[in-house]
């Protein structure tokens, strides 16, 4: 069984930086891509950042120069350094381990922007 585990959420005046990690247990990390997704109050969940086992990278249009997912297959761990945050990037954000196809999510970590 996969499990997927979050930390590093908190709260942050606008401006400011976090770093969220994600680990992934069991042997699917090295092999499959993972994401960062995040969901605001009374909004849809969207695709934040993806990261393939190779290491490319895909950003949101309204992350990008901002946030960077990271990952090291040493750890089984997944980063997204979060730079410059906004009030609007307030949202419980969840990983997803193999996002595009048996997608194992972890339990969210919630990330305040305040103005």
């Known amino acids: 069984q996969v499990q997927v585990v979050e930390s590093g959420g908190g709260l942050v005046q606008a401006g400011g930086s976090l770093r969220l990690s994600c680990a992934a247990s069991?042997?699917?990390?090295?092999?499959?891509?993972m994401a960062w997704y995040r969901q605001a109050p009374g909004k849809q969940r969207e695709l934040v950042a993806t990261?393939?086992?190779?290491?490319?990278?895909d950003y949101a249009d309204s992350v990008k120069g901002r946030f960077t997912i990271s990952r090291d297959s040493a750890k089984n761990t997944v980063y997204l350094q979060m730079n410059s945050l906004k009030p609007e990037d307030t949202a419980v954000y969840y990983c997803?381990?193999?996002?595009?196809?048996?997608?194992?999510w972890g339990q969210g970590t919630q990330v305040t922007v305040s103005s």
């Open positions: 997803c381990a193999d996002p595009f196809a048996r997608q194992y």
């Open positions: 990261i393939t086992p190779g290491g490319r990278s």
């Open positions: 069991g042997s699917i990390f090295s092999f499959t891509s």
